[in-house]
């Protein structure tokens, strides 16, 4: 993997393309895929839906956890990590993120109306749904902060993940 970089990680909102994309990119890549939202429940033993039934802040710290331990257990070989759609909420998340000479972060970017096309009208599985415009606005800045970005309206998984190959690998 090239920029001296051993973990790529992919950020955006619910329905931007995290884990699709990272699975495309880490075949195109030969590295590892994983998606921090297994390794949180992994690491807590805990599913996804009951973490928040503790709150946000109790899920945040769980994900923050299962990224850190993720991010210092290391690796010779190069990873793809899908991160949560809220994982940058998280002052401590964005820095471990951002201060790594080892990871490399990207935002998918989609608009509002693309993520509700790909989500749907309700999705049980994403405790956060029911506030997906309030999110989608308030995350924007966030989002923004991640030192690469592709733009994923309008395209397929495998051209996103050759975008992403392309921009940093080329």
Do not use: N
């Amino acid at each position: 993997m090239g920029l001296k970089m051993k973990t790529l990680c992919l950020a955006g909102f619910m329905g931007s393309g995290k884990s699709s994309v990272g699975k495309c990119l880490a075949r195109m890549l030969d590295a590892r895929f994983d998606d921090l939202d297994d390794l949180v429940v992994e690491t807590s033993g805990k599913g996804i839906r009951e973490l928040f039934a503790e709150g946000e802040e109790y899920f945040r710290r769980a994900e923050h956890e299962a990224l850190r331990t993720y991010l210092e257990s290391g690796s010779a070989s190069p990873r793809v990590l899908a991160l949560g759609g809220g994982t940058l909420c998280w002052r401590p998340s964005r820095d471990i993120l951002f201060s790594s000479a080892d990871v490399v972060t990207v935002y998918l970017r989609a608009s509002l109306q693309t993520i509700l096309e790909r989500v749907g009208s309700s999705d049980p599985s994403r405790p956060l749904y029911s506030r997906a415009r309030t999110l989608y606005a308030e995350r924007q800045t966030l989002y923004a902060m991640a030192p690469f970005a592709v733009e994923t309206d309008g395209k397929d998984v495998m051209e996103v993940a050759a975008e992403i190959r392309d921009m940093l690998f080329a």
